[in-house]
């Protein structure tokens, strides 16, 4: 019931091919610019990565994918309707995108690379694919590889996929930064192995 007042208590605003909902009645036009800028760099990220349209933005079956950025008012309300931990930026949930208030992820300065993770979630969505190809493509896309490597030991990192989904699945901060690291490496050493473009077909015809 409350989530339902505070979903009735909000602005809702589309955006191209995006529904952006963000809290109060009064609509901040300078943080819907800003969400829609954050929003067509994360579509540019993955459409550049991928290089296959049909894995982001654009058309489907003939229909436009319509997606939803829900904003939460604040990180108490964000852990609530998603489960996850305040120190978390954003998550996807039943198809839609749900943030952290704008502020907060500025502040933290981690906006632009928590939503091109979760974006890259939200495109995987439809399909079933494993936690280590959706969280390595998510790290390697975000670009927090990079930055999470900085305070690793890279040759300690598990090449089981299994032990790497078990590190992906913890509260421990340092073993999660070991899990995305480890499906990070493990996912480009398949793309490597196997090439991007069946690694997407592998992921589209659910065979991984």
Not at 7 to 21: S, T, Y
Not at 34 to 44: C, G, I
Not at 57 to 75: C, F, I, K, Q, Y
Request: aromatic share 6%.
């Amino acid at each position: 019931m409350v989530r339902l007042l505070l979903i009735l208590w909000a602005a809702v605003v589309p955006v191209d091919n995006w529904v952006i909902i963000i809290p109060g009645e009064r609509v901040d036009r300078q943080e819907i610019a800003r969400w829609v800028e954050v929003l067509r760099m994360a579509e540019k990220v993955v459409d550049d990565y991928f290089e296959d349209h049909s894995m982001g933005v654009g058309w489907e079956n003939g229909v436009l994918r319509v997606r939803v950025l829900r904003v939460a008012p604040t990180s108490g309300d964000f852990a609530a309707w998603t489960g996850c931990s305040i120190w978390h930026g954003a998550a996807v949930r039943n198809g839609e995108l749900i943030v952290q208030p704008l502020a907060v992820l500025e502040r933290r300065g981690v906006l632009e690379e928590v939503v091109v993770h979760e974006y890259v979630h939200l495109v995987l969505e439809p399909y079933n694919v494993p936690l280590w190809v959706n969280e390595g493509l998510a790290v390697i896309c975000s670009g927090q590889v990079r930055k999470f490597s900085q305070d690793a030991e890279l040759k300690d990192l598990t090449e089981d996929k299994a032990e790497i989904e078990k590190l992906l699945a913890s509260s421990d901060t340092s073993d999660l930064r070991l899990g995305y690291l480890a499906a990070a490496r493990l996912t480009e050493e398949t793309i490597e192995e196997i090439g991007l473009d069946s690694l997407v077909c592998l992921i589209k015809e659910e065979a991984l």
